[in-house]
């Protein structure tokens, strides 16, 4: 959509939200580019859900992200859902169209893509076999967006492997499952190691794999970013690896969503970062 000076609502819908860093990402935007509006939390119920969607086009709201635990949730809810979601089996964006639809989009994945080559501007999803860790919607949406960007090989690695052998049935493609107790030898020649798992995050142990065998001009990527630097990354930067966190997912996939509420693509500063860095 087109900028416009109409005062524009857009927002989070979770449970819980508060958490979120999304509302300083979206403000800070509005500021930036001058527009009337407000990005809000907006903590939801599950047993409430279809009301708050419907809610939206009543209150004029240009749409909303989504979280935990309503991302499967509202697929069904919703008029239209693109491909990628479809694919992901999740959305976190929704799009009140101009006629009042709902359209639902995901935007994590190609996100989290977008974070490795802000960090290494050479990379290419094909440069070498990618290991993913992690079977769940984090690990989805990675494997879904480096697929569609043209990964020739992905080791998938997860804790268990029925978990694992399901979601590479599923998704199809480059994907081969690799059984846990091979995880440190997975590493071997690979380009690029993601972490999709919540291990490392704040409370959680660290993620259990050792990084003796993956090649030192490989990137690490984790989709956490509480804490800034996991344990996982600290030992990577340790040994001379280039490192992304979560955050730069967070921010990669805000700015479409922006776009598409607002009118503007916006960009990735660091005023916004240090903005963000003051809530840590």
């Known amino acids: 959509m087109s900028a416009t000076k109409e005062f524009g609502l857009a927002g989070i819908i979770g449970m819980p939200v508060a958490h979120s860093r999304s509302p300083v990402i979206h403000n800070y935007w509005l500021e930036e ?12 119920k599950p047993e409430r859900l279809a009301e708050a969607l419907k809610g939206l086009v009543a209150l004029g709201f240009r749409g909303v992200n989504v979280t935990t635990p309503h991302k499967q949730a509202v697929m069904p809810l919703l008029d239209h859902v693109d491909a990628m979601a479809t694919k992901i089996g ?5 799009v009140v169209q101009p006629d009042g639809t709902l359209r639902g989009l995901n935007n994590d994945g190609n996100g989290f893509v977008q974070s490795l080559r802000d960090e290494k501007p050479e990379w290419r999803p094909d440069d070498g076999p990618i290991v993913v860790v992690g079977a769940g919607g984090a690990a989805r949406a990675i494997l879904v967006a480096l697929t569609a960007q043209g990964a ?3 080791r998938l690695v997860n804790r268990t492997r029925d978990t694992a052998d399901t979601l590479a049935r599923e998704l199809g493609g480059p994907i081969r499952v690799v059984p846990w107790d091979e995880r440190a030898h997975a590493l071997a020649g690979a380009s690029t190691l993601i972490n999709a798992t919540t291990q490392g995050s704040a409370g959680k142990p660290p993620l259990d794999l050792p990084l003796d065998t993956l090649p030192r ?3 690490v990527g984790d989709a956490i970013y509480v804490p800034p630097e996991t344990p996982l990354l600290a030992a990577a930067k340790a040994r001379g ?5 979560g955050l730069g997912m967070l921010l990669n996939q805000a700015r479409p969503a922006f776009q598409a509420w607002f009118g503007p693509l916006p960009t990735i500063t660091p005023g916004l970062r240090r903005a963000i860095a003051a809530t840590f």
């Open 241 to 245: 690896n280039r490192t992304v966190n």
């Open 90 to 94: 999740a959305v976190n964006t929704i």
């Open 217 to 219: 001009d490989a990137i």
């Open 33 to 44: 580019h001058g527009l009337p509006g407000r990005y809000v939390l907006l903590p939801v």
């Open 152 to 154: 020739k090989e992905i």
